[in-house]
Every structure is written in structure tokens, then in C-alpha cells.
């Protein structure tokens, strides 16, 4: 079972470039999530979608964007990448009913260097 | 705003020694508590959960945890670990209290900042 597939796993950007980071998760999930890891810091929330069609701010929102192409994928943008930026992002989902739906499964991160 | 506090960033413990990793949460009504371990270059993978009933809990590779209300805490045990538990240990809170958002799904999860433990041989 794939579960949330992320990519690319590795990327280094320059001051200023742009990129877009990939996530698809095959469980149906109704709810998607993208999160940043950084040392000493836990994980902490940029966006989420409860559902498909819908996007909301999370705790560290500013310089990034976000679109939820499709039930299966929720992508990440930096449209002008800042050495702030420099994390692992984590990707996650969770399932649509009542209970379950607060048990988020992720991928394996994708880790940015920003130069 | 949801609060989680793991008060020790790293816990050394010997091989087949006992283990706890501390946990607390800032008071709210109703609660859903986790603990996600993290492997070395690995993502997030559920060790246990409490969503209501029984406040011991049981996980995956012997870990247990207990909810206590009057206290906010969701600490973290092993009787006896072993070399491969080695790793990140992340508490996460959902607060059934927050404003449901619009899609009727979660929100997203409230994480406290992380516990290394440090299996020593």
C-alpha cells in the first residue's frame, strides 16, 4: 500500500526560486494536511483542507500557497523561496469519519535546503 | 490556542530499563490525544491514541500511555526498551472544541516540540 507519497524526497533552491511540492495519498481520505519539521520546533501546521475544494490557514501559513487539486492531491507552493523556508515538510491525510477522521497517516517528507 | 509540552527534549535510558516520556496538554473540554514516533529520515507513523473509554491505552511495540484529565497529561511508557526504539517521540492533541471547519473534516493536529530518546547498550 502506497498510503501519502511525497515528492520530490530532496530539493535545493536558490533565494528567490519557486517550487511545488507533491503529495497524493490513495486512502480516499477526505482531509489533507501539510506540516514543516524544524529542529527543536515539533511539527507545526501551514495548511490544511478538511475536503476537497476547500483550504485553510494553519499556524505558519505566510510564503507559502497551497491547491487541492483533487480529492487524491494537495500540493505545496513557494512562490519565492526564502533560507527560512530551509525545513522537511510533511504531508498527511485523514479519513472522513467522525472519529477517525482526527488520526492524520503521513509521508515520508520532503527535505528543502534553501540557499 | 491548543498547547503541547514534552518537558524533556531527550530521555537517555539503558537497554531493558523502564521509560517514560512526559506529556502535557493545555486544559480544554474535550480532547483527542496521540503519540507519533519518528524513525531516523522517516515520516510520522501512530503509535497510540486516546479518543475516549479506558485511559490506558495500548500501542504498537509495547508502548502504552494513560490519560489523565485532572492533570492534562498523556505520558508515554515502556516496561523494557529495546535498541530499535530508538528515535523522535511527538505528543499531538486535537481539540474537539475548535471551530469545526468548513468541509466537516479535522483540522489538524496541535504538536508538542518532540522527545529524542537515546537507547544506550
Known amino acids: 500500500n502506497a498510503g501519502v507519497t511525497q515528492t520530490p524526497k530532496f530539493q535545493v533552491l536558490k533565494t528567490g526560486q519557486s517550487m511545488t511540492l507533491q503529495c497524493a495519498q490513495d486512502?480516499?481520505?477526505?482531509?489533507m494536511y501539510w506540516y514543516r519539521q524544524d529542529p527543536g520546533m515539533g511539527l507545526r501546521l501551514i495548511y490544511y483542507?478538511?475536503?476537497?475544494?476547500?483550504?485553510d490557514k494553519g499556524e505558519v501559513p505566510n510564503g507559502y500557497n497551497v491547491s487541492r487539486l483533487n480529492k487524491r492531491e494537495f500540493s505545496l507552493r513557494l512562490e519565492s523561496a526564502a533560507p527560512s523556508q530551509t525545513s522537511v515538510y510533511f504531508c498527511?491525510?485523514?479519513?472522513?469519519?467522525?472519529?477517525?477522521?482526527?488520526?492524520?497517516?503521513f509521508g515520508a517528507g520532503t527535505r528543502l535546503s534553501v540557499l | 490556542a491548543q498547547s503541547v509540552t514534552q518537558l524533556d527534549s531527550q530521555v537517555p535510558v539503558f537497554e531493558e530499563a523502564p521509560v517514560e516520556l512526559r506529556c502535557n496538554y493545555s486544559s480544554s473540554v474535550s480532547v483527542y490525544l496521540f503519540w507519533y514516533v519518528q524513525y531516523p529520515n522517516q515520516g510520522l507513523q501512530l503509535l497510540l491514541k486516546y479518543l475516549s473509554g479506558s485511559t490506558l491505552v495500548k500501542g504498537i511495540n509495547g508502548f502504552e500511555a494513560e490519560f489523565n484529565k485532572s492533570q492534562t497529561s498523556f505520558h508515554l511508557r515502556k516496561p523494557s526498551v529495546h535498541i530499535s526504539d530508538t528515535a523522535e517521540y511527538f505528543c499531538a492533541v486535537s481539540d474537539l472544541c475548535r471551530r469545526p471547519s468548513r468541509g466537516g473534516g479535522a483540522d489538524g493536529l496541535t504538536f508538542g516540540k518532540g522527545t529524542h530518546l537515546i537507547i544506550q547498550p
Open positions: 483542507s478538511a475536503s476537497e475544494g476547500t483550504t
Open positions: 498527511a491525510s485523514s479519513p472522513p469519519d467522525p472519529v477517525a477522521k482526527n488520526i492524520q497517516y
Open positions: 486512502m480516499n481520505h477526505n482531509s
